[in-house]
């Protein structure tokens, strides 16, 4: 079942949300070459708990972080460890956040230094890709149009959308209904009304779209090695439109 939430409601989301995009300000400045992901673990849960809120990952199905690290091929819900990013890498960071009855939930890749042509513009194409299905996550459309979206973007420029894990509902839940495929055709699936709430996060592959899980039972990476990115929004459907609730 979609929940539909209220305007009240979708303010006090507001709040964790922006809570989010405040942590995601923040790493941008200290992610570097030489820092660890775990550095930037404690940073994020010291931030997130010093707004009285908690992280929302943490303990989430056992994940034993407050971030998903994942560095370069690997896709999402990488752990954070003391291994140093290094120069050229990319890395993706994906973050919750759980303040007074809500959830807000968003992710950015980063660029670690300086990265080559190639990787800048996977990260650019996953950016514009998850702006094109947000652009189409408007009253009266159908929920594979933004699906369908996101995927004519991300393949028009060469690259794959994955498969195996997709944008979801989000409130007083951190995943609920109705789930986001990446990928579809336009026209399809229930119609996007005033008060749904969704996080919206294209997963992008400069090879194929195939991933498998590493023995930590975590971390996705892509079959063939090649890199990935992730941007994702909580998007609220307004009456004239949408509202991003994860950005500043």
């Not at 010291?46 to 009285?52: C, V």
């Not at 909580?234 to 949408?242: C, E, N, S």
């Amino acid at each position: 079942m979609i929940v539909l939430k209220s305007e009240d409601e979708i303010n006090r989301m507001a709040e964790s949300c922006r809570i989010v995009a405040e942590v995601l300000e923040g790493i941008k400045k200290i992610v570097a070459p030489g820092v660890t992901t775990k550095e930037l673990d404690e940073f994020a849960e010291s931030f997130i708990r010093s707004k009285g809120a908690r992280p929302a990952f943490k303990g989430y199905r056992g994940y034993p972080a407050s971030v998903c690290t994942s560095v370069n091929e690997q896709v999402v819900h990488g752990i954070p460890s003391p291994a140093r990013l290094a120069d050229g890498d990319i890395i993706s960071l994906d973050i919750g956040v759980y303040y007074r009855g809500f959830y807000g939930d968003a992710a950015v890749t980063l660029p670690v230094g300086r990265i080559n042509g190639p990787a800048e513009k996977l990260l650019a194409v996953t950016e514009k890709a998850l702006e094109a299905g947000i652009d189409r996550a408007v009253p009266g459309n159908r929920l594979s149009d933004i699906s369908s979206a996101i995927q004519a973007c991300a393949e028009s420029e060469g690259f794959s959308v994955v498969r195996n894990f997709v944008g979801h509902g989000i409130g007083r839940e951190l995943h609920e209904e109705p789930q986001i495929p990446n990928f579809g055709r336009a026209g399809e699936g229930p119609r996007l009304r005033e008060g749904m709430t969704l996080a919206i996060e294209p997963m992008v592959n400069a090879g194929g779209w195939e991933v498998v899980i590493l023995s930590d039972g975590w971390t996705a990476v892509t079959k063939d090695g090649s890199l990935s990115a992730h941007f994702e929004h909580t998007v609220a459907i307004t009456k004239k439109g949408h509202d991003i609730l994860t950005k500043l």
